[in-house]
Structures are given as C-alpha cells and as structure tokens.
C-alpha cells in the first residue's frame, strides 16, 4: 500500500508557472505507475498526465501537452507535474494517482491509491 500526499497547487496568474509534487510513502514507489489527473467543479476527473514505473515512458493530455511535464524521482519517493503557461481552464483540484502495475493508465479506475488533491487556480 502507498500514500500519497500533494503539494505545490495555489493561485497564479495566466501565463504563469506552477511546480506541483506529490510525495509518496513506503519503501517501493518504483513499483507503481504514476497519474496526475484534474476535477473542475461538475466536471469528472480527467487524466493530465502519467509516467511509468521507471519514466521510461510518459503520456500527456492533449489539452497539456508542450506546456506540462510529468517527472519522477524514485530515489525521493516523488512524482512532479511542472506547469507552464498556465491557462484559465487549467483551474482545477489536482490529484496525485498510482497504480500496481508498470505502464501507463489512462482511466481513472486504473489507478489503486489516490492523494487528497491540491487546488490550481489561474486567474485571467
């Protein structure tokens, strides 16, 4: 079992840039594929981005794709989403995701363990 804790979600204006961490516990976060996924208010939880097992492959929204980069450090037990030139509809609760098996989902319901999420807003 694993948990999952987010961090680095606040308010930032258009265009700007956001750095956001999630920070696994227990001893074998290189055996779990990785997830950031987005809510917006009425909105299902989409898939932002994934990294596999050991960041040899990586999947990207097209909605993110050139703006935002998945990366993990197995060493510190930690997955980030770098996020640049942020957008207004980039405003949503972000999760942090991760699931038993070595390559990439892209559902939600692939994925076994959540974290409580972090707010991004962007304002215009």
């Known amino acids: 079992q694993v948990q999952l804790v987010e961090s680095g979600g606040g308010l930032v204006q258009a265009g700007g840039s956001l750095r956001l961490s999630c920070a696994a516990s227990?001893?074998?976060?290189?055996?779990?594929?990785m997830g950031w996924f987005r809510q917006a208010p009425g909105k299902e939880r989409d898939i932002v981005a994934a990294i596999s097992r050991y960041d040899t492959n990586t999947y990207y929204a097209d909605s993110v794709k050139g703006r935002f980069t998945i990366s993990r450090d197995n060493a510190k037990n930690t997955v980030y989403l770098q996020m640049n030139s942020l957008k207004p509809e980039d405003t949503a609760v972000y999760y942090c995701?991760?699931?038993?098996?070595?390559?990439?989902?892209?559902?939600?319901?692939?994925?076994?363990?959540w974290g409580q999420g972090t707010q991004v807003t962007v304002s215009s």
């Open positions: 995701a991760a699931r038993t098996y070595s390559g990439l989902g892209y559902h939600s319901r692939e994925y076994n363990y």
């Open positions: 227990g001893r074998t976060f290189s055996s779990y594929a």
